[in-house]
């Protein structure tokens, strides 16, 4: 048995062809419904970037317990278990915050792993001269701080889409499938960081929409930052929604490449292909700009999730509504995949039965960010629980061995006041430290409850007042927090009931 996983950061559902979007142009996509399994109901688990790989390594939630960070001891890794059960695993990846002090325990789970430079603000290139800037450039972008202005040095050696860190990483998956393909019992994870902002694509990407930049006369702008649009002039928000389509045709283009050497090599019969994304992304919609700062609506939350599972042939080109979540359930299913059991406290649920014939996976799904607003889906209405006390958002704390946060060392003002707390269910025994955390969230939405029906209201224009469905809803969040042993104090902080212990 061979698995591929082709992995994007920030793909969005609504700019893709087979997900109804009418408007940008990605025939390998379109191409990839066709061949594969597209799931229609599928929501992210823990968010942002590394605290989803957390997700996908252990198979199950992590965003009540710990925010960014590492892999601990007590994680059990899915690729970590398959090459101690003779299941080769490689990791080609250019997502950067894998080598950052937040996340240098995840690569090394793997039998090999390689590496590409240059995505967004990458410390790549050394240089103390200034870079250069482009003309009418947004106050956004003007190199002010170290990423941006990273981000001007690293692009000025990408004048070729062959020296892009998106086209070196899949040529090193192809490279690797090429080498491997007559070989068995292998696990390739493909990554990149694209269509991530800031949407650095070359004019190539561009010309399918020749007619917006010829037209366009507002400011050099291609990285959004996470705040309301309403600022922004509607033209230039406009001009973010296609500098982002531009870049999703380099990744349209990257991914027929795949498609065509499962043509080729005929890998059809006998390789897992799978395609998702870890979370979307908000680009004027809501009047948000980004992600994580604002509520998790459907264009951040919901996600495009294709799988091309061998054992089932006569799935392919057709659609499932069962409830998914790739983060956690691609684990177990690669574990079933090649033959091996789950580990303990796995929670996510392997997907052989819903791909071949839409079998339900779950009740209900939990999302959320570290210290946010909590929020669970049955796959019509999502409901979105906020702190009881938005303004202090407490009682909140870090559980964890790892002293490492998104870009360095935990404060040492932050460890002054921990605590050691015991083995939560999942932690094989460990104690962990209990550090507090103070974060609140700054999109007025975040401070309230909300209920929303997303079959009739899939942009989330019109919260529901039923209180029936909102009791039903907190029931199922409530359940599923109990099922991850989620800490006591985020019943309190969002105002439920705890369980018994």
Not at 218 to 243: C, F, I, K
Not at 260 to 273: A, P, V
Not at 296 to 306: G, K
Request: charged share 20%.
């Amino acid at each position: 048995m061979k698995a591929i996983m082709v992995m994007f950061d920030s793909l969005n559902r609504h700019m893709l062809p087979s997900y109804g979007c009418d408007w940008v142009q990605a025939p390998n996509f379109q191409r990839l419904a066709q061949r594969t399994v597209q799931f229609n109901r599928s929501y992210v688990c823990s968010m942002p970037c590394m605290p989803a790989r957390r997700d996908l390594h252990t198979g199950r939630p992590n965003f009540l317990h710990r925010s960014w960070g590492p892999l601990e001891p007590f994680d059990n890794s899915v690729p970590e278990m398959l090459r101690k059960n003779g299941v080769y695993t490689h990791l080609a990846s250019d997502h950067y915050h894998y080598w950052e002090d937040g996340g240098a325990t995840y690569h090394g789970r793997y039998s090999t792993w390689e590496f590409f430079r240059g995505q967004e603000g990458d410390p790549w290139r050394g240089q103390l001269a200034d870079p250069q800037l482009p003309e009418n450039l947004h106050p956004r972008q003007a190199g002010n701080d170290r990423s941006t202005r990273q981000d001007w040095i690293n692009r000025a050696v990408m004048p070729q889409e062959s020296d892009m860190p998106q086209a070196q990483t899949m040529s090193a998956g192809l490279d690797f499938i090429r080498r491997n393909h007559t070989a068995d019992n292998w696990f390739l994870q493909i990554e990149t960081f694209d269509p991530h902002e800031p949407y650095f694509s070359l004019e190539k990407h561009k010309k399918t929409y020749a007619d917006h930049y010829k037209n366009y006369k507002g400011r050099n702008w291609d990285w959004p930052m996470y705040a309301p649009s309403t600022g922004q002039a509607p033209e230039e928000v406009e001009h973010l929604r296609y500098e982002c389509a531009s870049l999703v045709a380099m990744c349209d283009s990257q991914l027929g490449k795949i498609i065509d050497m499962m043509d080729e090599l005929d890998l059809w019969k006998d390789t897992m292909l799978i395609v998702w994304t870890d979370h979307g992304f908000l680009l004027g919609e809501h009047e948000c700009l980004g992600k994580v700062w604002a509520p998790f609506y459907e264009e951040v939350a919901h996600t495009p999730f294709f799988v091309w599972d061998p054992r089932a042939p006569t799935a392919a080109g057709t659609q499932r509504e069962a409830l998914v979540q790739p983060s956690i359930d691609l684990g177990p299913t690669l574990l079933d995949y090649f033959g091996l059991p789950l580990a303990p406290g796995m929670l996510g649920k392997p997907l052989r039965d819903a791909i071949a014939s839409d079998t339900p996976v779950r009740e209900a799904g939990m999302f959320g960010a570290h210290g946010g607003v909590v929020n669970v889906t049955d796959g019509r209405y999502v409901y979105m629980r906020a702190a009881a006390t938005p303004a202090e958002n407490q009682p909140l704390f870090n559980y964890t061995l790892m002293t490492t946060l998104h870009q360095g060392m935990y404060p040492v003002e932050g460890l002054q006041n921990i605590q050691l707390h015991p083995p939560f269910t999942f932690t094989k025994g460990c104690s962990l430290m209990q550090i507090p955390v103070r974060t609140v969230f700054r999109h007025p939405d975040t401070q309230r409850n909300m209920l929303f029906d997303v079959l009739e209201d899939p942009k989330q224009e019109h919260p529901l007042d039923n209180p029936e469905i909102e009791s039903r809803m907190s029931g199922l969040l409530w359940q599923l927090m109990k099922e991850c042993d989620a800490p006591v104090e985020q019943y309190q902080r969002i105002g439920f009931e705890m369980p018994e212990k």
